[in-house]
């Protein structure tokens, strides 16, 4: 099922795609990933782009080439067609739902076919449906670790890979990178409070009415107000 239309500087192709759950079960049951593509008026012959949303669990942004949205979508239409995957369980595919049925095991089971894996099996799906050889891939942050696993499970299906964020270790054990992380995060937090005493009980406040309300509140907003001053000197 697809639709083609047209938005200010844009030819819009959208399509939904019937995918097994479980790409190892292609028999069994199957969900809807949403696909968007997107073509400069006179680029209707170019190459795709395949994007990678970050999140993970957020869709692919909803485009504009008033303003630019993304920011990139204008250098992006210059060389390719781009295709915006809502990736399973975003946007307008089909969702995840908010009450699971089953057992906590049976739901741990259904909630793992939503990982990187299976986004990248859908991607190889869609690429074969569209008669695509082969295509570039961008991904943004988890959509970076999205594009490593599309590089490791079907490097045949690529023809190149560009990364804004999201690329795993090579070297190091994730354990000893998280430890860097937090060694180093521990002292920037400590240099702000250092510079900004007064924010210690503020964002104390904030965490807790966060934990209980799960909201923001306006502690949040100082301590964000005053981080970026800290980062940004």
Known sequence: MHARRRIPGLIVTE???????????????????FSRELA???GQDRPLLLYFEGGPGTEAP????????????????????????????????SP?????????????????????????ADAEAIRAELGIERWSVLG??????????????????????????????VKAHIDEVYRATFARMRERNERFY??????????????????????????EIVCIRAACASWAT
């Open 194 to 219: 250092r510079r900004y005493p007064r924010t210690a009980s503020a964002c104390s406040a904030c965490w807790s009415v966060r934990a209980r309300r799960r909201c923001s509140c306006r502690a």
């Open 15 to 33: 399509r939904e795609h019937s995918l097994p759950l479980d790409h190892a079960d292609p028999g069994g049951a199957t969900l809807t990933v």
């Open 40 to 42: 400069d008026p006179d």
């Open 96 to 120: 995840i739902g908010a009450q699971l049925p089953g057992s906590p095991q049976e739901q741990a089971e259904y909630l793992a076919h939503f990982r990187a894996d299976s986004i990248v």
């Open 62 to 93: 909803r485009p504009s080439r008033v303003g630019a949205s993304p920011a990139w979508l204008e250098r992006a239409l210059a060389d390719f067609r781009v295709l915006m995957l809502d990736q399973r369980g975003t946007g307008r595919s």
């Open 140 to 169: 943004q942050s988890f959509g970076g670790f999205c594009a490593m696993r599309y590089l490791s499970a079907a490097p045949e299906g690529l023809r190149e890979v560009l990364f804004t964020g999201g690329v795993p270790p």
